[in-house]
């Protein structure tokens, strides 16, 4: 049963936080390109999970669902560098566009040449991983040494956090998962549970930044 929800968690731990920002409708626009993260995590997830379940009966392309986790690891970048660029101006907007222009260019000559988009992709999803996980390290560095640091209620503080603690346990997950497959699949399966309670921690950590401050009333 457990494992049964865990396996699901990549569909339902969205709904949290999306419910919360349709409920609360944050005012900080910003916000919005997080809530487009989790629709689209949503959505490219329920058709994983769906094609997993349903295997026998999918058609040949959704048979092998593993460039749908590439294309969700190539989504997550974008729509967190854009955050990066565009709330936080972590840089200027020229460098982090210059990284994401490389990073797509990067590998979309690395898929053609190679061939294996089709394949659960260790650099990818590492390389993802360490960005992101880069990019946040030197938010809360600066965050630390401003004056305002936790000082009032910062949403993407929890966003940033929770993408943190995301990124920094998917990075050793995925760099290791080719080959854990190959040598040890069943210890890779038992792996996989592994992202999905931290997907869950970080939707929970999203949900909180879109519902605010919490006022009691005395």
């Not at 959704?62 to 460039?67: G, I, V």
């Not at 401003?146 to 009032?152: E, I, N």
Request: proline content about 3%; glycine content about 2%; overall charge positive.
């Amino acid at each position: 049963m457990l494992t049964t929800i865990l396996n699901w968690s990549e569909v339902w731990a969205p709904l949290i936080p999306l419910y919360v920002f349709i409920f609360k409708r944050p005012k900080d626009k910003f916000l919005e390109i997080v809530a487009g993260y989790l629709l689209t995590a949503l959505c490219i997830n329920a058709v994983i999970d769906v094609s997993w379940i349903l295997n026998s009966s999918m058609p040949a392309l959704l048979k092998n669902n593993n460039f749908l986790y590439n294309i969700n690891s190539i989504c997550r970048i974008i729509f967190f560098t854009f955050l990066f660029r565009n709330a936080i101006k972590l840089f200027k907007k020229k460098y982090l566009n210059f990284f994401l222009i490389a990073y797509l260019v990067f590998f979309s000559f690395y898929f053609v040449y190679n061939k294996n988009f089709n394949t659960l992709n260790s650099l990818l999803h590492s390389t993802e991983s360490l960005s992101l996980l880069i990019f946040s390290i030197i938010y809360f560095i600066r965050l630390i040494n401003s004056d305002k640091v936790f000082l009032a209620f910062d949403p993407y503080l929890l966003i940033i956090a929770g993408l943190a603690i995301y990124e920094s346990v998917n990075f050793f997950v995925f760099l290791f998962y080719q080959y854990l497959l190959i040598h040890n699949p069943k210890f890779a399966h038992y792996l996989w549970n592994v992202p999905n309670i931290i997907f869950i921690i970080f939707c929970l950590l999203i949900s909180k930044a879109f519902y605010g401050r919490f006022n009691f009333k005395t």
